[in-house]
Each structure stands twice: as structure tokens, then as C-alpha cells.
């Protein structure tokens, strides 16, 4: 099953700047065969359920391996089964959307 999933890798103990943390993650995604998409609070990749996931495991198992006693992560996960849609397909619509008239 295809998923889309916004991921927000919190490292904890290791001081106030995590840009190396995260980094790393999105490093882990792109060796996973992803294409994540960074925002300034979190980073959107694209799917299938298992690959996704694994990767998202992964990024923990490293960054523990790096030291980092503590991880906290929120996950925004949707799936779609009446269309396909990508994330582009998504930002698209909003596009469109915002691109409308005012009524």
C-alpha cells in the first residue's frame, strides 16, 4: 500500500541544534530509495508502507548509534485507496485552489 507520511524526528539530550540529527535522517531516507521533502518542521516522503518504515526505523537505530539516548518522533500518515495521488499531486491542489477566485 502506497502512504505518505510527514515525519518529525525529535532528538533528545544532545543539546539545543538537531540540523546534524536530522540531516542524518534524511540521508537514511534518500539510501532507502525516498525522496523526502524537508519543511522547518519535519520532512515528507512518499511510499510504500514497508520501505517507509523501515526506513523510519532506521533513522532511529542510527542516530542511537550516533549516541543519542533519547528519540521522540510524530508521524502524519495518510493513505489514499480511491486515487492515486503523490505529494506533488498534493500541493498541486492547493495550487489550484489558491489560485481561485474569491467568491
Known amino acids: 500500500m502506497r502512504v505518505s507520511v510527514d515525519i518529525c524526528v525529535i532528538p533528545m539530550g544532545v543539546g539545543a541544534s538537531v540540523s546534524a540529527e536530522v540531516a542524518r535522517c534524511v540521508e537514511i531516507l534518500q539510501h532507502?530509495?525516498?525522496?523526502p521533502?524537508?519543511?522547518p518542521f519535519g520532512t515528507a516522503?512518499?511510499?510504500e508502507w514497508d520501505e517507509v518504515f523501515r526506513a523510519i526505523r532506521a533513522?532511529?537505530?542510527a542516530l542511537h548509534a550516533t549516541g543519542v539516548?533519547?528519540?521522540m518522533t510524530t508521524l502524519k500518515v495518510g493513505t489514499r485507496v480511491d486515487k492515486p495521488?503523490?505529494?506533488d499531486d498534493?500541493?498541486?491542489a492547493l495550487a489550484d485552489q489558491l489560485s481561485a477566485p474569491l467568491p
Open 37 to 39: 521533502r524537508s519543511h
Open 69 to 71: 539516548p533519547r528519540l
Open 32 to 35: 532507502h530509495g525516498l525522496h
Open 59 to 61: 533513522c532511529h537505530e
Open 90 to 92: 498534493k500541493m498541486r
Open 85 to 87: 495521488q503523490s505529494l
Open 45 to 47: 516522503v512518499e511510499g
